[in-house]
């Protein structure tokens, strides 16, 4: 597919990712296409699947679709294939590699840039497992990762090439009181019925801890309810789905919570919950802050999360409550304080969209990227 004309005269990104469309329900492809649709001085190339509607009308943005249709998140090794042959053949001013790398990945994408003119930016969108791997997954000109405990490990790593930039949330979008009435009534949500919100994955070590706290609070609030608004990446999701149902069945408290794998509006999902936890154990695979945190506090929405980094970085003010990795009894008294406590909710709910504004807002990491872009275009004038 040739480049519009209107691009011609504009330095090109290439955004080097996995595919960029629907379902709009992971942080790094949103992302990608917010930064796309909001270029400023430069134009952009998207990889999406083949067969795809076109997203975005603007002359300046590409939308290249080289992706076979996948029904799964696993990335195949038609994708990676598609994916390779698309960078080598690609001319850009600036390649934009926005995912975490495997160590083949990292180690063909270092050959590639010998033969390449233009800069090479990695976003590393979780963080690294092991310390040893950094400097072997790093080969851009610039770096960012998106926490600063991430930042921290990578400069002791030698990386010194490196940034740190926040995700970024639209809170014209998430913002309190949208209407969720037809939400309400699609998932049978009664008018004072509390609503309890986890918006993780199954493989993030806390699925006993979900079991222990739903069944106690279950018979604790009969009437309350939980919501687990989770992916299924992999086939060990379903045996986990499985495995935590049946614990809930056998406790007799399974018709009180909700599974979701896809969630269309997130925002309304958020809207009609009290609260948000999120009592993960790792982080590996996961945004180091979730950006569906970031979203349930731009609406106001207090959270209760594990004291364990990256993800504790979030807690920038009093926007909820820490509790130890692990430990039930501090989950289950937490989410008891907050439900008992409309005031407090409220107040940390207030803090909560403060601080996304001053320090998580869409416009802010727009900016971060653009003035980077244009920072490594001044480098390669220079050169």
């Given amino acids: 597919m040739p480049p519009d004309s209107s691009a011609n005269n504009l330095p090109k990104i290439f955004f080097a990712t996995r595919p960029i469309g629907p379902p709009w329900d992971e942080a790094s492809k949103n992302s990608v296409f917010q930064i796309a649709k909001n270029l400023k001085n430069f134009s952009g190339v998207l990889l999406t699947y083949k067969d795809q509607e076109k997203l975005l009308s603007q002359t300046t943005i590409m939308e290249l679709p080289i992706y076979p249709p996948n029904n799964t998140r696993e990335v195949s090794l038609r994708q990676k294939t598609s994916f390779f042959l698309s960078l080598v053949q690609s001319q850009a001013s600036i390649y934009h590699f926005y995912f975490t790398p495997e160590l083949h990945s990292s180690n063909i994408l270092r050959i590639i840039k010998k033969f390449k003119k233009g800069r090479f930016i990695q976003t590393f969108s979780t963080p690294i497992e092991n310390d040893h791997l950094i400097s072997k997954l790093a080969f851009g000109d610039a770096v960012v990762v998106q926490s600063d ?23 014209d979008v998430f913002k309190p009181g949208i209407d969720t009435n037809p939400l309400k009534l699609k998932l049978n949500i009664l008018k004072n019925e509390p609503v309890i919100l986890y918006g993780g994955n199954y493989y993030l070590g806390c699925n006993q ?27 060990q999701d379903l045996k986990e ?12 408290v399974l018709d009180r919570v909700l599974f979701l794998e896809q969630v269309e509006n997130m925002a309304a999902l958020i809207e009609i919950s009290d609260l948000h936890i999120f009592p993960a154990r790792t982080m590996t695979k996961k945004a180091d802050i979730p950006m569906v945190l970031l979203e349930t506090l731009s609406m106001g929405k207090p959270i209760v999360i594990t004291d364990i980094p990256p993800l504790n970085e979030i807690m920038k003010d009093d926007v909820g409550i820490v509790v130890p990795p692990g430990n039930v009894s501090s989950l289950i008294e937490s989410i008891q304080e907050l439900l008992e406590n409309p005031v407090l909710r409220q107040t ?36």
């Fill in 149 to 171: 405990y991430s930042l921290e490990r990578f400069k002791r790593q030698g990386i010194q090439n490196v940034s740190r930039i926040y995700l970024g949330v639209d809170t």
């Fill in 209 to 235: 801890e979900l079991a222990e706290t739903i069944f106690t609070l279950v018979k604790k609030y009969r009437k309350i309810k939980f919501i687990l608004a989770c992916r299924i990446s992999k086939s």
């Fill in 241 to 252: 789905k499985k495995h935590l149902q049946n614990i809930l069945h056998r406790e007799q």
């Fill in 348 to 383: 940390k709910g207030k803090k909560g969209r403060e601080m996304i504004l001053h320090e998580f807002s869409l416009k802010s990491y727009l900016n971060h990227y653009n003035n980077l872009y244009n920072k490594l275009m001044c480098e390669e004038k220079t050169n």
